[in-house]
């Protein structure tokens, strides 16, 4: 008898448990997208994006990428010593470049990636 009880309540209660899960999982689902939002535009509007200037030789494209590696002289706006690394860049401003040209450019900078706004072949 006392084990009967024991299941019956254990029954009851991996039920009530269940019931339970289901009803957290419903508003946590529907509260996923409107919180990544708010990461998404506190990403865009929190960091300032700041604008910087150099020059420097291009050692990679990738179109598929839309990327453009430069070895890059220093970017005094960013603080940023010379070294090479990796920009987005468009088709259209990659267009005539090519690996081994000498350019100017200008980038934005959020923090993480950089952004060529602008590219020239000198
Ligand atoms: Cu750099």
Redesign the pocket.
Known sequence: MNKMLIVASSLALSASLAGCKKEAEAPQAAATPSGADKAMSNMSTGAAVQHGSSTGTITAIDAAKGTVT?N?KE?AA?R??????SFAATAEQLKDLKVGDHVEFELDWDGKS?LITKITKI
Request: glycine share 18%; charged share 0%; hydrophobic share 55%.
């Open positions: 430069l890059h970017i960013l940023w010593p010379g070294m090479t690394m950089g």
